[in-house]
């Protein structure tokens, strides 16, 4: 079975200064690992809709899904939504179905809508509906790019949503190994056991504990039975 590969496009000039921390990333890889689905490509882009039309197009000939994160909010600077509309070349319309639910969401506040939030509403024509358990406004989907919003926990409800819906693949199994040893006295021998295994990926990552130099050793693979003697070998590497 062949693992469906997928890449992430963070959308945000405040990721970019530093103001805000994307845990977006972590969370979608993690998240698709789980079903086989591989992340090949992260990028980072500003809120410019040349720069997000650019992105999509690129990154959805190359890969089987690509999911998106924010400018699907009510300010002047989200733009995702008409980007990916320029970008499909497809209409930029008012989803009834969402100026609805967004009625429904600011009258349970006590609020009334406006302009702005009325912004949100608008999507590409032919879009399909992501489903949003935290503030029931939805996320979109057009053609294999999936539209998710910046905020955590409502991106996370919008992914959680559209995983039955996804391609699977062989899961990713992983195995790590943690030595107080550094990374530079085993490199050699640890570069010899991944030629030996291609089919599996190996990474070592140093840290210090207490003044003392450690490695973990991580072996990556959807190939469990050279996963499992990769693994047996590197114990053996590190007791000699």
Same mark, same amino acid.
């Given at each position: 079975?062949?693992?469906p590969?997928? +890449?992430?496009?963070?959308? !945000?000039?405040?990721? *970019? ?11 979608i890889a993690s998240?698709? &690992?789980?079903?086989?689905? =591989? =992340?090949?490509? +992260?990028?980072?882009?500003?809120d410019?809709?040349?720069a ?5 197009l ?8 690509v999911?998106?994160? /924010?400018?699907? /909010? @009510?300010t002047h600077? #989200?733009i995702?939504? %008409? +980007? =990916?509309?320029? +970008? ?10 969402? $100026?609805? %639910? ?15 939030? &009325?912004?949100?509403a608008f ?9 949003? &358990?935290?503030?029931?406004? @939805?996320?979109?989907? =057009?053609?294999?790019v999936?539209? *998710?919003? !910046?905020?955590? #926990? ?6 959680n949503?559209?995983?039955?819906s996804?391609?699977? /693949? ?6 790590s190994?943690?030595?107080?040893? !550094? ?5 050699e ?5 991944q ?9 070592? $990552? ?13 072996l990556?693979?959807t ?7 990769a693994?047996?070998? %590197? ?6």
């Amino acid at each position: 079975m062949k693992n469906p590969s997928a +890449a992430v496009l963070i959308i !945000g000039n405040e990721i *970019l200064s530093g103001r805000t921390l994307d845990t977006n990333t972590q969370t979608i890889a993690s998240t698709l &690992e789980k079903i086989g689905v =591989i =992340i090949r490509e +992260a990028r980072t882009i500003p809120d410019e809709k040349q720069a997000i039309i650019e992105s999509v197009l690129a990154l959805s000939q190359k890969y089987d899904y690509v999911f998106t994160t /924010g400018g699907i /909010g @009510p300010t002047h600077d #989200d733009i995702t939504s %008409l +980007a =990916i509309s320029e +970008a499909f070349s497809v209409s930029y319309v008012r989803s009834e179905t969402i $100026y609805k %639910l967004l009625e429904q969401f600011y009258q349970s506040r006590g609020e009334q809508m406006n302009k702005a939030r &009325e912004k949100m509403a608008f999507i590409p024509e032919g879009s399909t509906l992501i489903k949003n &358990e935290v503030t029931k406004v @939805p996320g979109f989907a =057009i053609k294999n790019v999936y539209c *998710l919003a !910046g905020v955590p #926990d409502i991106m996370k409800s919008m992914l959680n949503s559209i995983m039955p819906s996804l391609k699977h /693949g062989n899961v990713v199994r992983s195995l790590s190994y943690t030595v107080m040893i !550094g990374e530079s006295k085993i490199a050699e021998s640890f570069e010899a056991l991944q030629n030996k295994y291609p089919s599996v990926d190996m990474g070592s $990552y140093p840290f210090t504990k207490d003044g003392t130099h450690g490695t973990s050793l991580v072996l990556r693979a959807t190939d469990y039975v050279n996963l499992e003697a990769a693994f047996r070998d %590197l114990k053996s590497l590190i007791k000699e």
